[in-house]
């Protein structure tokens, strides 16, 4: 290829790129550049190149214009065109090559692959050239074949019919250790030293084979080419017979690469794909893999295999009040323990943020489940050190065993999580194995989540009332919201049964914004016949950890049209955790007007701090106080040290659970302002409590 006849018309608006290109493509051909778009098909058609480098984003003319403008003259029409473009989508690729685009190079300027991209496009046109000349011009162009050979990326080897090396180009000097005068007429296997990459065993070269069989044949999967010295390339390619125009065969051509590179990607691309990046454990997807694999060969031989699935107790707090990068350190310390104690033999996983998975396939041979769990709990107690300060974590662990509660990978999974979950309500830092018992618990779980799912969508709740009673003239001026669910036979299914599944699976938000609306809109029915009445209405926890909750509760209130004074909260003090935040948002709602009651103080973990800080209008006594206090003296000095306490920062007080003559007798004794309980009144269904204290104007 001759640069000097060659000829590149460059066209690119920025200087840059203009000049990059130019001094990449100057050794390979004369040069024109042209830096106006406008201007570009003139200086094409004036110059007749053998090929064009076209930029695509110009302003005015775009590349794809110029381009369209060259393939509609005939005169410029023929010419190659490569587009330079900081675009990779296929939508650009499509619109290039569909102008006639032979070929892309992409910004930044690569100067090395761009002149390989343009050398082969001029090598191209120069034997497009060639070939159109007389038979005299022959000896020429086997001298070009010759030089496009020894410049193509890929290793290029030619042998005789008897299998000796007659041709080899500097890719494949370079990747087999042989100059060309050292290769040649040497046998072709000797050249390449093609070995099997797992065994090492030597393999048939591809090009005898060709020769063997007279048709092309691929590279054994698999293939490495061993140098003379001594260094190992990945290669694959294809090898072909050689045959002249009467037949006969004259020898073999075998073209091949190397994909080192291109392997080694693949191979840590795979090992991304599964494994966990923080741990380097494997993750769900290779788990899951590994646990159908060993179902198989446990059906096969008939014997056991476990699987563990490990979480660390309270990490959300931890993760969130610490921060994620605590969070990590704390994932990671923890994979460490639990790999070196259940050891190489095992998997272990991380198949969640805080999950563990470890699968034990040697059940039977001393490799216990129990004692594994045992160690990794054991394991998961040793305090972690944060900036000096130790931490104390602990470990909920459930265990699924194959073939005695599974079936398959999936079912294993799931059992082990029921079980995790028990060890969870057991009070954590243990273990439980999945059992019947277990599965018909889980089993009832989700239908019970379907049915509140329905009732939630269906907006079938019912909302059932409980009087308070003033202990001085036994009026009913208000009353305690308690909701309830019913089965498809219509039997009452109570709140202990669905009000925890609730707050678990985040349907609490919704509930309790059905049970409020329901109890405003009893108040508003109370009003519109003159009747004021006021409704407490219990508030979970996770509803108060909702930031928008206290404008929700104002937007119910005034749809309902009522007072806000006519609604009061009741919080329980054992569910609160994040201590501020249910600071501001009691703060927010007590801004409304709505009174704050705190329900259970003395249980859980109440304190006198919430008394003090919150913005507290009621007080509740709990009934586990109530019950005992007339047979127990500790019971009723709790009570009384209760009362004496809200009575002297002004509370109103409210004793629940009262269930008898010497229950009420006591507790007005006492000075509390109001009382419920069944001693005084059942709760019933909002229509008969309307009809009982609000038609018969019982209420002063």
Do not use: W
């Not at 004794?669 to 419920?676: D, E, K």
């Amino acid at each position: 290829m001759d640069n000097e006849t060659q000829k590149v018309v460059i066209i690119d608006d920025e200087p840059t790129t203009l000049l990059l290109l130019e001094s990449a493509v100057e050794s390979l051909a004369k040069v024109v550049t042209v830096s106006q778009s406008a201007n570009a098909f003139s200086v094409v058609r004036a110059h007749q190149p053998d090929l064009v480098v076209l930029d695509i984003s110009m302003p005015g003319l775009s590349g794809f214009d110029v381009c369209e403008q060259l393939k509609a003259c005939p005169e410029t029409a023929a010419i190659p065109v490569i587009f330079v473009t900081s675009h990779n989508d296929s939508e650009n690729e499509h619109i290039a090559l569909s102008l006639g685009a032979i070929d892309f190079i992409s910004k930044p300027i690569d100067i090395g692959l761009c002149q390989m991209r343009v050398r082969n496009h001029l090598t191209i046109q120069d034997q497009k050239t060639k070939l159109a000349r007389v038979n005299q011009e022959l000896e020429a162009e086997k001298k070009q074949l010759a030089i496009t050979l020894k410049s193509i990326a890929d290793g290029v080897i030619s042998t005789n019919a008897a299998g000796d090396v007659t041709f080899i180009n500097s890719v494949a000097q370079r990747l087999t250790g042989y100059s060309e005068a050292e290769a040649l007429g040497k046998p072709i296997d000797e050249v390449m030293n093609l070995r099997d990459a797992s065994t090492n065993e030597r393999l048939l070269n591809p090009a005898l084979y060709a020769l063997e069989v007279m048709r092309p044949v691929a590279m054994s999967y698999n293939a490495t080419l061993v140098s003379r010295h001594n260094q190992v390339f990945r290669v694959e390619d294809t090898a072909s017979p050689i045959i002249d125009e009467d037949g006969h065969l004259s020898g073999a051509v075998i073209v091949f690469q190397d994909v080192s590179e291109a392997i080694e990607m693949a191979v840590k691309m795979t090992h991304l794909t599964n494994h966990d990046q923080l741990t380097g454990l494997p993750n769900r997807v290779l788990l899951h893999d590994r646990v159908v694999q060993a179902i198989t060969r446990c059906f096969t031989s008939k014997q056991s295999m476990a699987l563990l699935l490990i979480d660390i107790d309270n990490f959300k707090y931890l993760n969130d009040s610490l921060g994620h990068q605590v969070g990590d350190y704390i994932i990671a310390s923890i994979a460490k323990r639990l790999a070196k104690v259940v050891g190489e033999s095992a998997t272990l996983a991380r198949v969640g943020g805080d999950e563990f998975a470890c699968l034990l396939t040697e059940i039977g041979s001393g490799y216990s489940a129990d004692s594994i769990a045992m160690a990794c709990l054991q394991a998961g107690r040793e305090p972690i050190d944060l900036d000096g300060k130790a931490h104390q974590l602990s470990l909920s662990i459930g265990i699924s065993l194959y073939p005695q509660d599974a079936v398959n990978a999936e079912e294993m999974m799931r059992h082990a999580d029921s079980a995790m979950y028990r060890s969870k309500s057991k009070g954590k830092d243990t273990f439980s194995f999945f059992s019947k018992d277990l599965q018909h618990a889980m089993h009832h779980r989700v239908e019970m989540e379907i049915k509140l799912r329905n009732a939630i969508e269906n907006d079938s709740l019912a909302i059932y009332l409980q009087p308070k009673y003033d202990f001085d003239d036994s009026a009913v001026l208000s009353a305690e919201s308690l909701v309830r669910m019913f089965d498809e036979n219509g039997k009452v299914i109570g709140p202990d049964e669905f009000i925890p599944l609730a707050e678990e699976t985040g349907l609490i938000h919704q509930l309790g914004k059905q049970v409020l609306q329901k109890s405003c809109e009893f108040v508003a029915r109370c009003n519109e016949l003159g009747q004021d009445f006021k409704v407490a209405v219990n508030v979970a926890a996770k509803q108060l950890s909702n930031p928008g909750f206290a404008k929700e509760v104002a937007e119910i209130i005034n749809e309902a049209g009522i007072a806000a004074s006519s609604i009061e909260l009741e919080t329980e003090s054992a569910l609160m955790h994040d201590f501020e935040q249910t600071r501001d948002i009691l703060n927010d709602l007590a801004s409304l007007g709505v009174t704050i009651a705190l329900d259970d103080f003395g249980t859980g973990y109440s304190s006198l701090s919430y008394l003090r800080q919150f913005p507290l209008n009621v007080l509740k006594i709990d009934r586990s106080f109530v019950i005992d206090m007339d047979k127990e003296q500790q019971a009723h000095d709790i009570v009384t040290a209760i009362v004496h306490l809200a009575l002297s920062l002004e509370l109103t007080i409210v004793a629940e659970g009262i269930e008898t003559q010497s229950h009420f007798a006591a507790l007005k004794a006492l000075g509390c302002h109001l009382g419920q309980g069944y001693f005084m009144c059942r709760p019933m269904a909002m229509a008969d409590f309307f009809t009982k204290f609000i038609d018969d104007c019982q209420v002063a």
